[in-house]
């Protein structure tokens, strides 16, 4: 005769032969204490430590040296200028990042898998490269200089080439977030709202929309921050010209080399701040999608 165990929960304690839960670790104590060390001791050596102390040497010369490194003209100026270029780029690529997961999610095409290995390009490609791909391109020996000296146009060392610099570093983020979240929805509810006679914009707004928005408000935040905090592709481009093509992390670097130690620290403290609120923007968003 075959005796059989019974798997079915009980209210009363676990009989023999009982199935319960059982932790998924079976690392003993000491081994999660140290794995825990180890992780929360390299973040504070490598991020935590480097970004109080941007704080430390930003305000080491009171807060008046602190405030006036960032009420200085030129100072203004990179502010402007970086908040200006955000303005521009990030409205853009959500425009283009809703585009591309539309596309790719909702249709069938020839050359799908070519749109997005593209839209993975300036992830692989360096920053600078990427600034002298548009010095080629549009600067006074490139393809476009003679017509554009000719007409009097300016691209590389004015704002339109910082601009398209800053575009093609952060044109990924958004697309890049909402189409793998697209591509697990399906396109179950959109055909549903089809049959029922939702069409065109109607149908993005009501149906699409809503169950993209948390991915699409995090997309947006992380290319927000890195057209912000953008460098290389920006530091070719711009000419470095006080004033006037200098953005925030350039004019840091500028600060730094001229040896203007409190002011640059002051500057790049802005940076950080966005970075923080960045994370936290991010951890709020997280804590709504679940």
């Known amino acids: 005769m075959i005796s059989t165990t019974s798997f079915e929960p009980t209210d009363g304690p676990p009989l023999r032969g009982t199935a319960t839960a059982v932790s998924c670790t079976t690392e003993p104590r000491y081994m999660r204490i140290l794995l825990l060390s180890v992780a929360w001791g390299f973040i504070g050596l490598v991020l935590l430590l480097p970004l109080t102390a941007v704080f430390i040497q930003a305000f080491k010369k009171g807060l008046d040296v602190y405030f006036a ?7 203004v100026a990179a502010i402007k200028l970086t908040l200006l270029t955000a303005f521009i780029v990030v409205p853009i690529n959500t425009i283009f990042g809703v585009a591309a997961a539309w596309c790719i999610t909702k249709f069938q095409f020839r050359g799908k898998q070519w749109l997005l290995t593209l839209i993975d390009v300036p992830f692989s490609v360096s920053p600078v490269i990427a600034g002298f791909l548009f010095i080629l391109m549009f600067g006074a020996s490139g393809w476009f200089g003679p017509y554009l000296s000719e007409h009097d146009i300016r691209i590389v060392f004015a704002l339109p080439g910082i601009i398209l610099a800053t575009l093609f570093v952060t044109f990924p983020f958004v697309a890049r977030e909402l189409i793998p979240l697209m591509q697990a929805q399906g396109t179950h ?35 927000n921050a890195r057209a912000i905090g953008e460098f290389g592709a920006v530091s070719v ?33 802005l940076l950080v701040a966005v970075a923080l609120l960045t994370l936290i923007a991010k951890q709020w968003l997280e804590q709504k999608k679940e």
């Open 69 to 75: 490194s960032l009420i200085d003209p030129d100072a």
């Open 189 to 223: 509810e959109e055909e549903a709202a089809a049959t029922l006679g939702a069409k065109g914009w109607r149908l993005f707004w009501h149906v699409t929309l809503p169950n993209i928005k948390w991915g699409l408000m995090y997309g947006i935040i992380i290319c």
């Open 237 to 269: 481009v711009s000419g470095h010209i006080r004033g006037e093509t200098n953005t925030l992390p350039l004019h840091v670097e500028i600060l730094y080399n001229e040896y203007q130690f409190s002011a640059s620290f002051a500057v790049a403290s």
